[in-house]
């Protein structure tokens, strides 16, 4: 497990998301205990990201952190970051995160961020 921080900024609105970050948080409680890993609602601080240039529907498609150097991560690469963080799910990060397979990884994510996005949006979830 890494020393690192990470806050992840995600959509509760989202039902697919807020299920896929309470799975991932119960999996990290240890973290998140202590203070490792802390996981934000977009919707409760629409602006906590604009100096980064990120609006309230880019965090809303898409997972958005910052590490503890508060550098942002985006997309596939913040659920990277937390299987490389997450006990027995570092395999995953090698195998999703590696050289070769990140360009894919980082497409199917986006792609099926965007079909999640417009599907919160046609369910009228904001």
Not at 92 to 115: E, K, Q, S
């Amino acid at each position: 497990m890494s020393a690192a921080h990470l806050t992840v900024w995600y959509n509760t609105r989202c039902p697919v998301c807020e299920a896929g970050i309470d799975w991932q948080r119960n999996k990290l409680l240890a973290l998140v205990r202590a203070g490792s890993v802390e996981f934000r609602d977009i919707n409760e601080q629409p602006d906590a990201l604009a100096h980064f240039g990120a609006s309230l529907d880019d965090i809303r498609r898409r997972l958005h952190a910052t590490d503890q150097a508060g550098r942002l991560i985006v997309g596939a690469d913040v659920a990277i970051a937390l299987w490389r963080m997450t006990p027995g799910e570092g395999w995953l990060a090698a195998l999703f995160g590696n050289r070769v397979a990140l360009p894919f990884t980082r497409f199917f994510y986006d792609r099926f961020a965007d079909l999640l996005f417009a599907w919160n949006k046609w369910s009228g979830r904001w």
